[in-house]
Structures are given as C-alpha cells and as structure tokens.
Antibody
Framework: QVQLQQSGPGLVKPSETLSLTCTVS????????WSWIRQPPGKGLEWIGY???????TYNPSLKRRVTLSVDTSKNQLSLKLNSVTAADTAMYYC???????????WGQGTLVAVSS | SYVLTQPPSVSVAPGKTARITCGGN??????VHWYQQKSGQVPVVVVY???DRPSGIPERFSGSNSGNTATLTISRVEAEDEADYYC??????????FGGGTKLTVL
C-alpha cells in the first residue's frame, strides 16, 4: 500500500518561497503522474501541476510562472516550490499519485500552509 | 481556460436518489472523474472515467457523461454520503481542471 508523507513549514512570509516535500513509501515513483493540489480554507480544489517520474512537468497556467515541481527518484521524493507567495496562497496543500488524465488513487495527508508576516 | 460548473448544494432525503451535475463545453468528449471529500478528510475518487467505480466504492455510486453535462448519481442515499463532491477532467489547454464542488446534504 503506497503512502505519501508530506513535510514542510506551515508558515511562510509574504513574497517568500513556499517549499514542500512529499516522500513516497511502499511503492515506486515510476510510471505515475504526481500531482500537487491545493485547497484554500472553506473553498474548492485547485490543481497546481503534476510531474511524471521522468521529470516532465505540466503546470496550471494560472500558477505556471511561480511554480516549480521536481522529483528525486533516488529518494522517492517529490518537491513543490511556489515563489512570491501572498495571502491568497494560504491553503491546504496535497500531493497525490495519479495518471496523465488527473485521476488519483493515493493522497498525502495534506499540509496547511499559511502566508503571513 | 476550461470551466466546470457544479451546483453549490444539493439536498436529499435518506433512501432517495441524489444527482450532482457537472457542466462543461462538450464535456461528453472528455473523461470525468468524481471525488468525495468528507469534512476534514482527503478527497477520494468515487467514480472515474465517467462511470467506473474503484474497488471499495459502493454500487450506489454511478456516473454518466454526455453532451455538455456529466452526472454523478447516488442511489439510496445514506447519512454517510454527506460530503463535498468535485468533478474533474483533463483539458489539453488547462491541464487538470476541477469543478467548484457541490455540498451534498442528507436531510
């Protein structure tokens, strides 16, 4: 049973970079698309982007200029970096395993990130 | 960008049938996935590729997709079905797109 364990700070200052890591255990990173999805408090789901195990990425056009996704297959880890954050980036952030078409079968536990000085 | 439109809320009595719609331009040509998110929990797929059910999802959950509307149908609704439901598609220009979500209330 694959497990996704997220880590990273829960508080980021405005204009700084949000950085989160997702460590995959119980399964390989290979042959899957790994999505990052966020959910502002009380609001709906927003796809940030995904990365294939080979390193190929696809981003949400609305976030593309601020987002970088990366993968370290030797550590079975995925990373999200979102720069120049504002209060609007305050949200629960999830990593998830899925396919090219976005359907997912496993999610991380979520990391609540607040952007505040 | 591709937009998916869901009703903000749907209410249904226990034992009845709930239908949650997801509207999008020619959505019938795309594969639709439906997620259930209970309060404080991680979303879970209940229907994928329009009408398939993952293992462990009750047969009461079904989906259809045609024209400009996809529908998630929950038969014989139970109290435990109360949750937020999201539709999701993949679009060549927008990538993965989620609908705004529908809050299902079991009366």
């Amino acid at each position: 049973q694959v497990q996704l364990q997220q880590s990273g700070p829960g508080l980021v200052k405005p204009s700084e970079t949000l950085s989160l890591t997702c460590t995959v255990s119980g399964g390989s990173i290979g042959s899957y698309y790994w999505s990052w999805i966020r959910q502002p408090p009380g609001k709906g789901l927003e796809w940030i982007g995904y990365i294939y195990y080979s390193g190929s990425t696809t981003y949400n056009p609305s976030l593309k200029r601020r987002v970088t996704l990366s993968v370290d297959t030797s550590k079975n880890q995925l990373s999200l970096k979102l720069n120049s954050v504002t209060a609007a980036d305050t949200a629960m952030y999830y990593c998830a395993r899925g396919t090219y078409y976005g359907d997912t079968d496993s999610w991380g536990q979520g990391t609540l990130v607040a952007v505040s000085s | 960008s591709y937009v998916l439109t869901q009703p903000p809320s749907v209410s249904v009595a226990p034992g009845k049938t709930a239908r949650i719609t997801c509207g999008g331009n020619n959505i019938g040509s795309k594969s639709v996935h439906w997620y259930q998110q209970k309060s404080g929990q991680v979303p879970v797929v209940v229907v994928y590729y329009d009408s398939d059910r993952p293992s462990g999802i009750p047969e009461r959950f079904s989906g259809s997709n045609s024209g400009n509307t996809a529908t998630l149908t929950i038969s014989r609704v139970e109290a435990e079905d109360e949750a937020d439901y999201y539709c999701q598609v993949w679009d060549s220009n927008s990538g993965v797109v989620f609908g705004g979500g529908t809050k299902l209330t079991v009366l």
